[in-house]
């Protein structure tokens, strides 16, 4: 029922609440866990490759890098858990961890 | 579906209570990147449940169900039969359990799946005991590993899963790390194309149960392939390949040394592991 | 046209899954359930019935794939028995909990320990609260009709809940009664093409289902399943009523017999309410005013029907097919007893524990059971064992040396 009267309003192209019973998750969401980070990834951009270690083996898949740009390796700082292992795989060792809470 | 209140760059939200430096937080992100939107999963109790979220929000872009301890190979059978059933022969799928619920409390309802064929791809992140619940050990947990309930080290060898379900005469099964991710993807899409069932046994690092700083989790994983603590190998079709074949295998007591689980591992018995590395090992590259 | 068979308890649960166009089967085998496994098993082998059968490896399994393959849109079936039904307790309370409404027929056996084969109520009565509607059938037909009628009432969007239908091992199971099945099409028209109406496995419109629920919400859940027992009242009340103008066959939740001047009535569920009806019947002719009542719903329990189709009546022998170790009394005893009018002290509610691992609940049990309750003058009201040998302490005996 849910689903068929669901569908039937997706054509319609507007919202409406449905009851749905008992225990399910619809709403994608993210924790803000950079909050638990001890210490933060710097890196010496000069130094960087852009051969993307760091953003294949980050396991909270928060860094891009943009070979175009002069900081080519971003952080999405709102879920960076400074785990370190971005600055212990890098090649280069240009990635360095530093004291969240100490000057850069 | 999904209500996206924070966009994420694949498949797995961005911020997972799984803990700084998780291996499983990587492989899981890997194996769906491989997989797609077009995959069921299902979930047991668990760190991998993490995923599921909790309350109406979830980390997964993917639609699942988050199962009991011992049944996830039983509900996976169940959801493939159904779709089946509707002409769905396309959606791959996925069970993905930890050791506990593959080797120790699901290895019957996974027999039971593989013995009959059905079509699903099995994953197992061996993260080597139960972490969830506070680092119990497990059948999957390795010798000499200290864990809560093997304070004093666990003193019997490891079940060996892969060697169980070739048994079965499973049509693919594989071991896979992080340690390789590009092998890891290629496995992945391999077990997917698979016309059966199909299990992945992947080695996941866990710095909070083996007691290492989470910085080390991809050196970690790296050092068990080199020594041959973890085997890289798969089981295609009825032919055993070795994927990782050194030279020669690094020492063992290499791979312990980075972890505090195996601290108080005596010389006796790190000889006696290196030991049936080594003739593990033989046999895999005689065998293959 | 619709005609009369000759089928077996198992054969008519089969049947009726068979009718209801069941698609994914996930059986595991247990006597005395083991034809409902087989049979199914023959049907989609053979083509009658497109399916598709998980020959799965336990019990446990058996219920976990079709909660599975259920969610991703089809009726799936399953069916079970005794400790088969005791190892898939945990993933009945996800059926429920996940309101998943399979319909399941549960073939009544005892609980081991001791080992036995054979039919008593233990199973099910430990199930009593995993969430699931529970119908317990006299004879054949009833095993058809409720499944049929089964699907109507836990597939109902008011109600989402799953539903076992009991039927007493061996005395139904492997009976061969008489039992009208109706046409193909008739059925279609009852039941319908199977619609989800809740959550959902679909890779198009994704959803997590059965995640963590934390203490604030836990509570509301669990009151939902309580809405669906309620509301599950009254849509079985309506589809009895709609089946009885289909099918031309009358059930109710709660059944009487010559309960019109009764004085004393058993209460009863399952196959042994046939004889309580026949030894009413012969205490009748003798000018004895005994009456019947049969529990045909006991989950939901209709306390208000009990109450209802009781009153007046002073004296109420309740049967049952479990012994409710520990307790003050047996299952269905202590619903009876919360059913009735507490006003009336005069009221005599008396437990009789009797027809366990496969003893027949015969005539002359009956008997003693309407005997004891019209000459009860005691105060005593601890449970009756009906039908316990006098030696039951020492039927095993052996030497030692001393």
Known sequence: MLRMQMQQEKHMKKQKKYRVLGPMASVFESMKTGSWRLERPKVEFSQCSKCGTCERYCPANVITIHKEKEECVQFIWDYCKGCGICANVCPKDCISMVDERGEE | MFDIKSEAKGLVSHGVSACAGCGLELIIRNVLEILGEDTLIVIPPGCSALFCGYGNETALKIGGFQGNLENTAAYAAGIKAGLEMQGN???????????????????????????????????????????????????????????????????????????????HRIPYAATASPANLADLKRKVKKAKE???????????????????????????????????????????????????KPKSLKPVGEYFKLQGRFKNISQEEVSIIQENINSRFNELLLGS | MAGYMMLDGNEAAVQAMKMAKVKVISAYPIT????????????????????KYLRVESEHSAMSAAIGAQLTGV??????????????????????????????????????????????????????????????????????????????????????????????????????????????????????????????????????????????????????????????????????????????????????????????????????????????????????????????????????LVNEMLKGIKRIAVIDRTAGLGSQGTPLWHEVCNSIDKASSDVIVKNYVGGLGGRDISIETIKKVFADIMDDHSQNRSPVWIDVKENAMDIRQVYINV
């Open chain 2, 89 to 167: 022969n396309h959606t791959t799928v996925l069970a993905f359990a930890g050791d506990g619920a593959t080797l120790d409390i699901g290895i019957q309802s996974l027999s039971g799946m593989i013995e009959r064929g059905d079509k699903v791809l099995y994953i197992c992140y061996d993260n080597e005991a139960y972490m969830n619940t506070g680092i119990q050990g497990s059948s999957s947990t390795p010798q000499g590993a200290s864990t809560t309930t093997t304070p004093g080290g666990k003193v019997t060898p490891r079940k060996d899963l892969m060697q169980i379900v070739i048994a």
């Open chain 2, 194 to 244: 698979t016309d059966g069932p199909a299990v992945l046994h992947i080695h996941t690092p866990c710095p909070t149960g083996w007691a290492f700083h989470p910085s080390k989790t991809i050196k970690i994983s790296k050092a068990a392939v080199d020594t041959g603590a973890w085997m890289l190998y798969e089981y295609d079709n009825g032919t055993l390949k070795v994927n990782y």
């Open chain 3, 32 to 51: 005395p359930q083991s034809s409902i496994a087989e049979k199914l098993s023959d049907l989609v082998s053979d083509g009658i019935l497109k399916a």
């Open chain 3, 75 to 304: 009726r799936a079936a399953t069916a079970t028995s005794s400790v088969g039904l005791a190892l898939m307790h945990e993933v009945l309370n996800v059926a429920s909990g996940c309101r998943v409404p399979i319909v399941m027929p549960v073939v009544n056996r005892a609980l081991v320990s001791p080992w036995s084969l054979w039919c008593d109520h233990q199973d099910s009565m430990a199930e009593r609260d995993s969430g699931w509607l529970q119908l317990y059938c006299e004879n054949v037909q009833e095993v058809f009709d409720f499944v049929t009628m089964g699907y109507r009432i836990a597939e109902h969007e008011d109600v989402l809940t799953p539903i076992m239908v009991c039927l007493d091992g061996f005395f139904l199971s492997h009976s061969m009664q008489k039992v009208l099945i109706p046409e193909q099409s008739e059925v279609d028209e009852f039941i319908g093409d199977y619609i989800i109406k809740n959550t959902y496995l679909d890779p198009t419109d994704p959803m997590i289902i059965n995640n963590l629920t934390s203490p604030d919400e836990f509570t509301e859940m669990r009151y939902q399943q309580k809405v669906g027992f309620e509301n599950a009242a009254k849509v079985m009340d309506e589809v009895f009523l709609e089946f009885e103008e289909k099918f031309g066959r009358a059930y109710r939740a709660v059944e009487g017999y010559r309960l019109g001047d009764a004085e004393a009535v058993i209460v009863s569920m399952g196959s042994m309410s046939g004889t309580v009806k026949h030894v009413v019947n012969m205490l009748r002719s003798e000018g004895k005013k005994v009456g019947a009542l049969k529990i045909v719903s006991f989950r939901p329990f209709r306390n208000d």
